[in-house]
């Protein structure tokens, strides 16, 4: 069960290792277009019916002829990659039960967003666990976790390909160990794995206004912001001038200077030797990959060649 391109991978490791997968389930087509008259088919669904795979689109996951018909599919075990929330009518239909792959360490990041929010808080290791689907969301009995670092140069897409790779072995091995186990397989309740005094993170759903920078913020917790956002869906700032209409600038790279503001107002921009800095919380910020709104994304310099007086303008 899954939709987008991430769980695609753990699809293909299966059916590339031939396990066999009696059905898929994944969201509805999705409309498209300027008029939304075309319906786009999930990633998932794309690969399972390029590999003959029956595929159920449920808009309720209740449904009881939705619930019927994967009932007749006799599944021993479901696996769940980045798929919505499932009444227990679902998750406790196979023997085996169902497995979820959770792109964090949990208990840490439970949510929608886990790779996007690792990245925003500067974290320098996250992962993947499996783990049973219990009543509520992310947080049933662990099987298994892999780590994976963050470093220091990754966004958001970096760490998202390399979790894509590792939730698809890890998916791999739970299930050898549950089929192994005949639905018998150590598992941990994750309230055993909490240290006392450990703050637990959230992964809540990322939605536009999340993604506006605020200047004040410190210029590594900005630039960390940027990387967990980037390049999609992109931090963003409004660029005003007192003589300008506002216009959204996009933000998807950026490096530390190191340079003190001293006291200069968090969201000045200043142009230094072909750069383009901004005042944080604490130091200058250097923009180094922006995009203008009606524009392409470009380089900060090429920005400069058809963007003049830069400096007159304020990010908020």
Known sequence: MGTPEFAVETLRALVENKYNVVAVVTQPDKPVG????????SAVKQFAVANGLPVLQPV?????????????????????????????????????????????LLPQYRGAAPINWAVINGEKQTGVTTFFLDHEIDTGRIIM????????????????????????DIALKTIDKIIEGRGHVASLPQNEMI????????????????????????AESVRNFVRGLSPY???????????????????FKTTLTGKPCNGQSSGTITVDGGNILVATGDCWLQLDEIQLSGKKRMD???FLNGFRNIDKYHLG
């Open 300 to 302: 900060a310099k090429t």
């Open 145 to 168: 976790q892999e780590p994976f670092e963050i470093k220091d140069g990754y966004n958001v897409e970096d760490v998202y390909n390399g979790l894509m790779v590792l939730g698809a």
């Open 195 to 218: 240290p006392a005094g450990t703050e637990l993170h959230c992964a809540p759903k990322i939605f536009k206004e999340t993604c506006r920078i605020d200047w004040e913020m410190e």
């Open 34 to 41: 300027r008029h939304q008259d075309t319906l786009q088919p």
């Open 60 to 104: 309720k996951m209740k449904d009881p002829a939705f619930v019927e018909q994967l009932k007749a599919y006799n599944a021993d075990l479901q696996v769940v990659v980045a798929f919505r929330m499932l009444p227990e009518v679902v998750w406790a239909m196979p023997r085996f039960g169902t497995f979820n792959v959770h792109a964090a």
């Open 233 to 251: 869906p992109g931090a963003w700032t409004e660029m005003a001038a007192a003589d300008k209409e506002p216009a959204t600038l996009k933000i």
